[in-house]
């Protein structure tokens, strides 16, 4: 068995292509994301419908979808700054009616039971720790300590989480896993992804980097002139 997991993609096309061209060579029996596959990036569409095509693809909603369930207009979240908004408003208004569908279909976990050398892991997905009603919890700084808290009463051994943008991994209680975003490098030019192998060895992760054209995509947010594209350059691609 071999999964490939990936962490908010964020309309990052050209990144996106470069990660499922490097898990189909190796492979990979199916991909889990742990949600945002929407916004920041230019072609959040395009990267949603590649996705949608692949048929051993699944998801966790994250909070860039969910601020779509039930549709999205003024007045907008007073969380999100005008271009920022002006941008969600741009994606929706360019999902499909099976779009939204879909996204709104996406569950808040997946499980998964990996077997292998005489181990047995149960690795758990979500976007990021959630209240007893499913919000998602404040940003925090992740510790062995506040990732125990924040998973309490989680039944997984593995967790795999992603939202804050972060690289880390910590092992308290059980072993939390977040990779770093997919579509958003800051001033690198790779892809950060995880690959599970579950065979007569064991029960392993590996975290790669998985280098793309990061030009290609700053090219397309100028091109396509998305509404916030100086401040994502700026922020999210290192400034170019």
């Given at each position: 068995?071999?999964?490939?997991?990936?962490?908010?993609?964020?309309?990052?096309?050209?990144?996106?292509?470069?990660?499922?061209?490097?898990?189909?060579?190796?492979?990979?029996?199916?991909?889990?994301?742990?949600?945002?596959?929407?916004?920041?990036?230019?072609?959040?569409?395009?990267?949603?419908?590649?996705?949608?095509?692949?048929?051993?693809?699944?998801?966790?909603?994250?909070?860039?979808e969910r601020c779509f369930f039930g549709g999205f207009g003024p007045p907008y979240p007073s969380t999100m700054q005008v271009k920022e908004a002006a941008h969600h408003q741009w994606v929706f208004d360019q999902l499909s009616r099976e779009d939204r569908q879909w996204l709104e279909a996406l569950p808040r976990r997946l499980e998964r039971r990996l077997t292998g050398g005489g181990q047995e892991i149960t690795a758990a997905f979500v976007h990021y720790p959630m209240d007893r009603i499913g919000n998602f919890l404040p940003n925090f700084e992740p510790s062995k300590q506040a990732l125990d808290a924040a998973f309490e009463g989680e039944p997984a051994q593995w967790v795999f989480y992603g939202h804050d943008h972060r690289d880390s991994e910590f092992t308290g209680r059980r072993r939390y896993i977040n990779l770093g975003p997919m579509g958003c490098p800051g001033t690198?030019?790779?892809?950060?992804?995880?690959?599970?192998?579950?065979?007569?060895?064991?029960?392993?992760?590996?975290?790669?980097?998985?280098?793309?054209?990061?030009?290609?995509?700053?090219?397309?947010?100028?091109?396509?002139?998305?509404?916030?594209?100086?401040?994502?350059?700026?922020?999210?691609?290192?400034g170019e």
């Open positions: 068995m071999k999964i490939g997991v990936l962490n908010d993609i964020h309309g990052n096309l050209p990144a996106l292509e470069a990660v499922l061209t490097f898990f189909r060579e190796q492979g990979c029996d199916e991909i889990i994301g742990t949600g945002d596959v929407l916004t920041i990036g230019p072609d959040s569409i395009e990267c949603l419908h590649r996705l949608q095509s692949l048929p051993h693809f699944h998801m966790v909603s994250g909070n860039h690198g030019a790779a892809a950060p992804v995880g690959w599970i192998t579950a065979d007569a060895r064991g029960v392993r992760l590996e975290r790669l980097l998985i280098p793309y054209d990061k030009a290609e995509t700053i090219r397309h947010l100028k091109a396509k002139n998305t509404p916030d594209h100086e401040q994502v350059i700026r922020w999210f691609f290192g």
